[in-house]
């Protein structure tokens, strides 16, 4: 029932900045004797349809911005396997693992995460955008030799962003996005026997967290492509005493559209994990039986690489449909931690 309180609770509070936003957005086109409609008419009019190309990977979020009036609702599905452990750039043998004298020791982990957002532009130069996850995540551990299983869902951590167009040249854009996010998400999950789960199976942050980043999109032709950069500073610790690690994350792609409405891209991303500072009490006096309660053992840097598909289908203003897997090419992880495999990724955009 909390959780539910919460999404209720945030929903109504991104339904009062829409509609706000919308009764304030002033008419700067609009001329004595135009009613709305006729101004309405007149952007659809000077609005094209979006070409596909104009879409980064799924793999990357806040992509783009809009034109005064424009929406996008959307629904991004990601999931992330995890398998095996390294620690640093190598995989420790049987023999060490035991050594360690690790009680609990993780095998596998799958995150499920959907992410339901809005976007808006109450001006040609201002689009915000919503973003509400639930998350499902699902270990699998040796516990004392037994294989258990331990789960935790439910809803993640808001976020609320603003995109303002930054610098735009011909079919050459790029935009600035700033964010924070709320935290919604538990930090408080246990297992069956009521123990704390590990970091990386709660779901929230616990504090107020502040996005940032900068993107640029280029096309010539058949052809587009992009970078992105973009950080999440935690701005505070949380109630219970720790913050999590600074995140940087970095994208570069390639894509060829043979057609106005599907291309094929190739994307090399890049992301910096942080460590966490202080600790979970309950989790830090844990640590000697499971390293995932180590909160030096959460960083690590990554890159991966994969292709993708844009589809753009021109029905109901435009639905944009995007496909991406991608696989670890290089990772050094901060001590004993489960390796990334695959992350799949697929989203859904309405645009109109």
């Not at 919604?184 to 999950?189: C, H, N, P, Q, Y």
């Amino acid at each position: 029932m909390t959780r539910l309180t919460r999404l209720v609770g945030i929903v109504l509070l991104c339904s009062s900045i829409v509609t706000s936003g919308s009764a304030a957005a002033p008419d700067a086109a609009q001329t004595p004797g135009e009613t709305d409609a006729d101004v309405a008419e007149q952007q659809s009019q000077r609005r094209p349809l979006r070409r596909v190309a104009e879409f980064a990977p799924a793999g990357v979020i806040l992509d783009h911005t809009h034109e005064r009036g424009e929406w996008t609702f959307s629904y991004r599905y990601v999931r992330r396997q995890r398998d095996g452990l390294l620690s640093g750039k190598r995989t420790p043998t049987a023999a060490e693992i035991q050594a360690t004298g690790y009680q609990v020791v993780p095998r596998s982990q799958q995150a499920n995460l959907h992410t339901f957002g809005v976007m808006y532009a109450p001006r040609d130069r201002l689009t915000f955008a919503i973003l509400l996850p639930f998350i499902e995540r699902r270990m699998e551990i040796d516990r004392n030799g037994a294989r258990e299983t331990i789960y935790s869902d439910g809803i993640g951590d808001a976020r609320l962003v603003f995109l303002v167009p930054f610098i735009q040249k011909g079919s050459e854009k790029t935009h600035i996005n700033v964010g924070i996010s709320f935290p919604t998400g538990s930090i408080r999950e246990r297992d069956a026997a009521g123990l704390r789960l590990p970091y990386s199976m709660q779901l929230g942050s616990g504090s107020w967290d502040a996005h940032w980043g900068i993107t640029y999109i280029g096309r010539y032709r058949w052809f587009s492509w992009g970078s992105q950069f973009e950080g999440l500073y935690r701005l505070a610790s949380n109630d219970l005493g720790y913050r999590k690690g600074t995140i940087y994350q970095a994208s570069a792609w390639f894509a060829g559209s043979p057609s106005k409405w599907l291309s094929a891209s190739l994307r090399l991303g890049w992301t910096r994990t942080g460590n966490v500072h202080a600790a979970d009490s309950q989790l830090e006096s844990s640590k000697a039986v499971n390293p995932l309660n180590d909160g030096l053992f959460q960083g690590g840097t990554r890159i991966d690489i994969g292709p993708g598909l844009n589809l753009l289908v021109p029905i109901f203003g435009g639905q944009h449909l995007a496909l991406e897997a991608t696989w670890p090419v290089y990772q050094r992880l901060d001590g004993l931690q489960l390796a990334d495999q695959v992350t799949f990724t697929a989203s859904w955009q309405w645009v109109y």
